[in-house]
């Protein structure tokens, strides 16, 4: 449900009260149902019925009915602080997120969506365990032990993976090694594959201006990436670069590719929420906040939203839950992608 003081818990009741979705899939909630029951007031939806489940099995998975696997989190709904950063919330939100992979890994829910957590909200609650995330990405790694992953966000067939996020630029720059370029690339063809995909196409941006101009702007293409994309060919994979970051994803918007391997956290986040995140100057209003994050290299299957926590959007039941419904459409097909690798591997 993500934060609680944040919208995650309206565009969940949003996102679930359409009868469609559970011709699709069957969808249950972790979290703590007191603030489910809160948020369907706040959207103007009290035809949903909120309905506390023990474990997966008890769930009825029924258009009108949202099954909540109720972890009791937030003790007294009517004294805490919606749109407030607070340990109670992240440490809300950490216990939902630690609840799903555990279910995930078990084996008993095919594929996980999470909502937006707040980053100071989770390590105050944290801290005191003598723990630190960054943000899920992180709390999915170490909770799964996988060392080889990285983040991939779509907007629609719009998709870029990262070499480097959450750090500084000087950092990021740092960490354009082969090994991880590399990686990066074999990650992203697998997911591309996994989403029905079968020959992908997957464009390297550079980390330079022009990337490198021939090593005229830095030597980074020429030592690390492009010795990357050669091992990527080697596999087989259509590893197309180095290429200017300033119009390869104008050619991807165009069709011309699957993918971006992007360098760095930036040059992959603004051009996706800048085609994804759309606001509308005459009502003053975001008319559309849409984009998906997804983990690749786990064992289980995660998408999320592409947003923050709304706090300042909390309790008002105007929050859109396209990304949240994007996100589960994703985490849709790469379940059923996952399902087909396995079987041609038992075959």
């Known amino acids: 449900m993500g934060d609680p003081a944040g919208n995650g818990p309206e565009l969940t009741v949003k996102a679930l009260a359409d009868p469609a979705l559970y011709e699709k899939c069957r969808p249950l909630v972790i979290g703590d149902a007191r603030i489910l029951e809160q948020a369907a007031r706040f959207v103007n939806r009290r035809d949903i019925q909120i309905r506390p489940v023990n474990s997966v099995q008890e769930a009825g998975f029924e258009a009108g009915v949202i099954d909540v696997l109720h972890l009791d989190l937030i003790k007294d709904v009517s004294t805490f602080p919606i749109g407030q950063v607070s340990a109670a919330g992240g440490c809300a939100a950490f216990e939902s997120v630690r609840k799903v992979i555990e279910l ?39 909770y799964t032990q996988t060392k080889k992953y990285t983040m991939m966000l779509a907007h629609h067939d719009f998709r870029v993976v990262h070499v ?14 082969k090994e991880r370029v590399l990686e990066c690339i074999e990650l992203g063809d697998q997911a591309l594959k996994d989403l029905g995909i079968e020959k992908p196409r997957i464009a390297v ?63 992959g986040h603004i051009p996706t929420k800048t085609i994804g995140f759309v606001f509308d100057r005459e009502r003053q209003e975001w008319k559309a906040v849409e984009g998906v994050n997804i983990t690749l290299g786990l064992p289980i299957i995660r998408t999320s939203v592409d947003h923050g ?9 105007t929050s859109n839950e396209r990304s949240l419904v994007n996100a589960i459409d994703y985490a849709l097909r790469m379940a059923a992608g996952k399902r087909n690798r396995d079987q041609q591997r038992r075959q």
Not at 164 to 177: G, I, P
Not at 226 to 247: K, Y
């Open 205 to 267: 941006a550079g980390l330079n201006p022009h990337a490198g101009e021939h090593g005229l702007f830095g030597r980074e293409e020429i030592e690390e990436i492009i010795p990357a994309m050669e091992a990527a060919r080697a596999e087989g994979i259509q590893a197309i670069g180095p290429l200017p970051a300033d119009s390869v994803f104008s050619q991807m918007l165009g069709g011309w590719y699957d993918m971006v391997v992007c360098m760095y956290h930036d040059q």
């Open 309 to 317: 926590t709304g706090f300042e959007l909390a309790g008002k039941g």
């Open 104 to 142: 995930a890994m078990a084996r008993e829910v095919d594929a996980t969506v999470t909502n937006a957590l707040n980053k100071e909200a989770l390590n105050l609650a944290l801290t005191p365990r003598n723990l630190h995330f960054d943000g899920h990405t992180e709390i999915y790694a170490a």
């Open 164 to 177: 480097s996020t959450h750090c500084s630029l000087r950092e990021a720059c740092d960490k354009v090694k």
